[in-house]
């Protein structure tokens, strides 16, 4: 069974640091990596999907790294912003089911 | 395009009543899913389905009932509501692949 971990639970940081959110799987044959965002009382917007052989994968402040040998993604955010504040959810699995990690809660102080 | 919606938004059960979850997407999408969102638990798959009259159970099936007799249509429905079904139930859709999600259905049972 498919396991997920994010470390930290939380993370403050000052605006404008740059930063590295973790998430870790206990099953290497995984498919699909996706990393969400969620703000409070609302859905989880989509960031990034890393498929099959990819190792990465980038949206303009936001790269997403996907090692499957080691059992690791990480999702790095530059030059963080106020607006960056929120929960962020990695999930991995196959081409039509997801475990999800308990998210990390990201506070960007102005 | 409203990408995925869900109706309705808020609704408070008494503990044995029934209700139907409506999940609609205009995506084309094939694969449709429901989760539920829980403090401290993370989302967890409930029930998802693969394509037009299809269903197939998640992590946590018990006491819920899917149909999908439209492509774009995804119901969730509770026969006898309990407490422990106060959730936050989201749906999502897929081509496969990345996920896209509704904004949730926030059920409270009391």
């Known amino acids: 069974k498919q396991e997920v971990t994010q470390i930290p639970a939380a993370l403050s940081v000052p605006e404008g640091e740059n930063l590295v959110l973790n998430c870790s799987f206990t099953?290497?044959?995984?498919?699909?990596l996706q990393w969400f965002r969620q703000d409070p009382g609302k859905g989880l917007t989509s960031l990034l999907l890393?498929?099959?052989?990819?190792r990465e994968q980038t949206s303009g402040r936001l790269n997403a790294s996907l090692d499957k040998s080691s059992g690791r993604s990480t999702l790095y955010i530059a030059a963080s912003q106020p607006g960056d504040s929120a929960t962020y959810l990695c999930?991995?699995?196959?081409?039509?089911?997801?475990?999800f990690g308990k998210g990390t809660l990201l506070t960007v102080n102005p | 395009n409203a990408g995925v919606t869900q109706t309705p938004k808020f609704r408070v059960l008494k503990t044995g009543q029934s209700m139907t979850l409506l999940c609609a997407q205009d995506m084309n999408h094939e694969y449709m899913y429901w989760y539920r969102q829980d403090p401290g638990m993370g989302l967890r798959l409930i029930h998802y389905s693969v394509g037009e009259g299809t269903t197939a159970k998640g992590e946590v099936p018990d006491g819920y009932n899917v149909s999908r007799l439209k492509k774009q249509n995804f119901l969730l429905g509770l026969e006898s509501a309990a407490p422990s079904q106060t959730s936050v139930y989201f749906c999502a859709s897929s081509y496969p692949g990345e996920q896209y999600f509704g904004p949730g259905t926030r059920l409270t049972v009391t």
């Open positions: 890393i498929q099959s052989s990819q």
């Open positions: 999930a991995g699995g196959s081409n039509y089911k997801l475990t």
């Open positions: 099953d290497s044959a995984i498919y699909n």
